[in-house]
């Protein structure tokens, strides 16, 4: 070999070193902790020395549902389902586009963490057919394209400074997984990737209403806090995780003992003084050792009440999640679940939620 081709391959070989340094690195920029009930971003406390109408603010995390960030349809006899009405077609990289030029708009009002599901949610706003959502196949491999655009993603977030609430497993789509061999092994590929890829503003929800009405029994209530130790053992303790429940669901304790947060949901909570209740029940469950309450799915509204459940939240001092899905007869642009989904902040809802947020947070 000649002493030009040595020579060549030895700066490839840097030039490769390097770039590897680099990307190694470029996932690091963003950091979530928690401290007793309050969480941290890159050491410091979310909405520092921030109180409304004598509410603590800061510590908290306020977020919002938008699960179907890296939607598709694998099913070719409903993908028909979600097509833009101005192009008559669906487009997953369309979606996925469209959602992070929306995240700095987000975050501008004060949002500092959203939830986003590799197995989706339901994307009529509630109720499950015969469409394919999963990062998974069905021996819980990762799906490169699915991968591809949560990469997108995750990166926009680290770069902003947010927060990825990031949901393995759903309900409507886990009956794709074979078995439960396959659960454990889509929890340990998509662990091992978060990982070795060196995210650190991720909170794990492994599975949305661990209560609902899953086909593999790994993810249900009385067993769903083996895959929480699993994927904390997994990291070493680096990842926070938890699960979720039902709308009005009092944690158990099986799960607060091993969760790092809690997450709890307000759907079908219709009055606010129901939603102080939650978080005081949650409070009295053995096994609480004063994590933080997070809720991360709540469709009421209300802003400009005199009571509202995102306001009785705040006043338990528990973080508050917004959830909207497009309503029967409602337009393109409503709600940010019903795929195709428009994440931009355009219609009533979206902006009387952003327009509350950023008078909490004061941003």
Not at 87 to 113: I, P, S
Not at 280 to 308: C, M, S, W
Not at 328 to 339: A, I
Request: hydrophobic share 35%.
């Amino acid at each position: 070999m000649t002493i030009t081709k040595v020579l060549i391959k030895t700066l490839v070989l840097i030039i490769s070193l390097s770039c590897l340094s680099l990307y190694s690195q470029s996932h690091q920029k963003t950091n979530i902790s928690i401290q007793e009930n309050q969480f941290y971003i890159n050491g410091e406390l979310t909405y520092k020395g921030r109180f409304w109408k004598d509410n603590k603010i800061e510590g908290l995390l306020m977020n919002s549902r938008m699960v179907q960030g890296i939607f598709d349809d694998l099913n070719p006899d409903t993908v028909g389902n979600f097509d833009y009405p101005d192009t008559q077609k669906w487009d997953a990289d369309r979606n996925t586009n469209e959602f992070v030029a929306a995240m700095e708009d987000w975050y501008q009002h004060g949002l500092l963490a959203f939830s986003l599901n590799l197995q989706g949610g339901s994307p009529l706003g509630y109720g499950n057919k015969n469409w394919v959502n999963s990062t998974f196949d069905g021996k819980g491999n990762l799906r490169p394209a699915y991968i591809k655009r949560l990469v997108r993603i995750l990166d926009k977030a680290d770069e902003l400074g947010m927060v990825v609430i990031l949901g393995y497993f759903y309900f409507g789509q886990d009956q794709y997984l074979e078995n439960e061999q396959a659960v454990l092994n889509a929890s340990d590929n998509i662990t091992h990737w978060i990982l070795e890829q060196g995210y650190q503003n991720i909170l794990i929800e492994i599975n949305n209403e661990c209560n609902g009405p899953y086909d593999h029994t790994i993810l249900t209530q009385p067993r769903v806090h083996e895959l929480i130790q699993r994927v904390k053992k997994m990291s070493n303790e680096k990842l926070l995780v938890t699960t979720s429940y039902g709308g009005g669901v009092i944690p158990q304790e099986n799960v607060l003992q091993v969760s790092d947060y809690i997450l709890i949901h307000g759907n079908g909570v219709h009055e606010p003084s129901g939603i102080t209740e939650m978080v005081r029940r949650t409070k009295n469950v053995k096994g609480f050792a004063n994590q933080p309450i997070l809720f991360n799915e709540d469709d009421h509204f209300d802003f400009d009440a005199e009571n509202y459940n995102f306001k009785a939240a705040i006043e338990s001092y528990a973080s508050w999640g917004y959830f909207d899905y497009r309503m029967n007869g409602e337009k393109f642009e409503d709600g940010f679940q019903s795929v195709p989904v428009d994440w931009s902040i355009n219609s009533s809802r979206k902006k009387a939620f952003f327009k509350k947020l950023k008078e909490i947070t004061g941003y």
